[in-house]
């Protein structure tokens, strides 16, 4: 089983681009190409800036404290599975 180098809930910084936002989510790839989506916080006027995939290789993590994981199902097509 893979294991993720960067932990969701946690702030990274692309160190090619200067983006920086939280890691919802992550993607392994067949070719090995693993990748982090972050999503950058509400901007001052109250929107929510678009998100981006990054190689996992490029993030360094802030200072920031992590967010924890909900534990519960929030249903979903493999919640329905039995």
């Known amino acids: 089983m893979h294991t993720f180098e960067r932990e969701l809930g946690t702030e990274y910084k692309s160190n090619i681009s200067g983006f920086k936002g939280i890691n919802v989510s992550n ?3 067949l070719n090995g190409c693993d990748r982090c989506y ?3 916080k509400v901007s001052k006027d109250g929107k929510l800036p678009d998100g981006a995939w990054f190689d996992d290789s490029e993030l360094v ?4 404290k992590k967010i924890p994981r909900k534990k519960n199902n929030t249903g979903g097509f493999s919640s329905t599975i039995k």
């Open 27 to 29: 993607a392994v790839h």
């Open 38 to 40: 972050l999503q950058p």
């Open 61 to 64: 993590p802030t200072k920031k």
